[in-house]
């Protein structure tokens, strides 16, 4: 408001405008920079690092892209998070999973939600490291509490018991809590006791995943493979 007082004020004079009539519009610039300001530090704090839009998002790579146009653009509404749910982004290599992924969270900043974009493995070395000075509960918290969790490339490394009950234990309170869980993997669900400890806490983890969520699965080879100057995709 300081910055554009002056202007405002100018302005009001030029064209006979009441005191009400600039002070409003002096907030709404307040509002809209602080909003602006805002989405910002969302993006900061989720970790994406990119700002990937929709618009280049190739439906056409694949048909499973194109048959799941009308479900993966109706994500970008984000009633999935209103409600809790979950998604799973399944595929091989070099489909876009990640790209696609990162699209759904920085719309999600755009919308001012606190959104935290990590891969399986960094997240957890990263609560194995806090079981050393017992920081555990408060280092969960930072998996559990964003409104939309990104986990991406689950699966290319298979978990250990104590990595696969430390991921149980993030799903799970997400989970109860009705905090939406972005997933990407390469291994389809029926396979994920062999990267999991056991297939008890893989049949866990899966249940909670499954019961209130959006599956998708994307097909084709990989982009890597295709038109070098397509956006990044994994």
Request: positive net charge; glycine residues 4%; charged residues 20%.
């Amino acid at each position: 408001m300081s910055l554009h007082l002056d202007q405002m004020l100018t302005d009001a004079t030029a064209k006979n405008l009441s005191l009400a009539h600039a002070l409003e519009a002096l907030l709404d610039r307040e509002l809209e920079a602080r909003h602006q300001r805002s989405i910002e530090r969302r993006f900061k704090l989720s970790r994406l690092q990119s700002k990937p839009s929709i618009d280049s998002f190739h439906f056409n790579h694949h048909k499973s892209r194109f048959q799941l146009k009308t479900r993966i653009l109706r994500l970008l509404d984000l009633d999935f998070l209103r409600n809790g749910t979950s998604v799973c982004l399944i595929g091989n290599p070099g489909v876009g999973k990640t790209y696609l992924a990162k699209i759904v969270g920085w719309r999600a900043c755009q919308a001012n939600q606190r959104v935290l974009f990590t891969t399986a493995m960094d997240m957890l070395n990263h609560l194995l490291a806090s079981q050393v000075d017992h920081s555990l509960i408060r280092k969960l918290k930072i998996y559990t509490e964003p409104s939309l969790l990104v986990v991406d490339e689950l699966g290319y490394l298979s978990l250990d018991q104590q990595t696969s009950n430390l991921f149980y234990q993030v799903i799970s309170t997400r989970h109860s809590h009705k905090r939406s869980t972005l997933i990407t993997t390469n291994t389809a669900f029926s396979d994920w006791g062999n990267i999991l400890y056991n297939t008890t806490i893989a049949t866990a983890i899966a249940d909670r995943l499954v019961e209130n969520s959006e599956i998708f699965l994307l097909g084709g080879e990989s982009l890597r493979k295709g038109n070098k100057s397509q956006p990044p995709t994994e």
